[in-house]
């Protein structure tokens, strides 16, 4: 059975298209015009060099989540903190309640978690040149898993998860599931991604999926609060 938090992450990456457009679109947009052309197929040689573009960006949130979650199971065994785990939970469920705001556009207050990380993304930024020009798709991985560290409000509270979930594996899980969630918005291009924009950010479409996410995080919360 799919844990509630794995299904959870995906539903933010999938659902939150539009903020990965606003957040990501210019990246993947300037990366796709500049992908050298090479001998044979050029759909199969843009594929592949966007495959590994975004197989780089996953492999980053992959990398943070198991990081976060292992961080925090360490953390709680050095410390010998009491139902630490529990108290973790019940934010994530907070935040999980907040995230199903924003991406139902109730509320919009996420964005502003990506200012926590500019600074990161300021020593981070300068590695992209060392990668620079793309010639092969080895070098869009090493370009994506840069481009994975870009402050973002929604890989930000997704981490909150990971953090909870008291597990490296766990944590990485999750934030491995938020990854392939954004696929379909910034792997895809041209009429498909503006068609897949416009179907998750019809209101329904939205109203549903934040609802879903609320669920979860009441859900979440009420099984810390039973716990204690």
Not at 53 to 74: D, E, F, K, P, Q
Not at 77 to 88: C, H, M, R
Request: hydrophobic share 55%.
């Amino acid at each position: 059975m799919i844990e509630y938090n794995y299904l959870g992450a995906f539903v933010v990456g999938l659902m939150g298209a539009a903020h990965c457009f606003g957040m990501c679109g210019g990246l993947i947009g300037a990366f796709s015009t500049n992908i050298p052309k090479q001998p044979g197929n050029q759909l199969a040689n843009q594929l592949s060099f966007l495959l590994s573009y975004n197989l780089g960006r996953v492999i980053s949130y992959t990398i943070a989540g198991a990081l976060v979650g292992g961080s925090a199971a360490a953390l709680g065994q050095l410390f010998a903190v009491d139902n630490y785990l529990l108290y973790l939970r019940f934010f994530a469920g907070i935040m999980m309640i907040l995230t199903g705001l924003y991406i139902a556009q109730i509320w919009f207050g996420i964005v502003y978690i990506e200012t926590l990380g500019k600074g990161l993304w300021k020593i981070l930024q300068p590695l992209t040149k060392r990668v620079l020009p793309i010639k092969h798709p080895s070098q869009a991985v090493l370009a994506g898993m840069v481009w994975g560290w870009l402050p973002c409000g929604l890989v930000y509270s997704t981490l909150t998860w990971s953090v909870a979930s008291g597990s490296a594996l766990k944590g990485g899980i999750i934030m491995f599931a938020f990854g392939l969630g954004t696929l379909p918005a910034l792997l895809t291009a041209g009429l498909a991604a503006k068609t897949l924009a416009s179907w998750v950010q019809t209101k329904a479409v939205r109203l549903v999926s934040g609802l879903l996410l609320v669920i979860f995080g009441l859900q979440t919360i009420y099984v810390a609060m039973q716990q204690l």
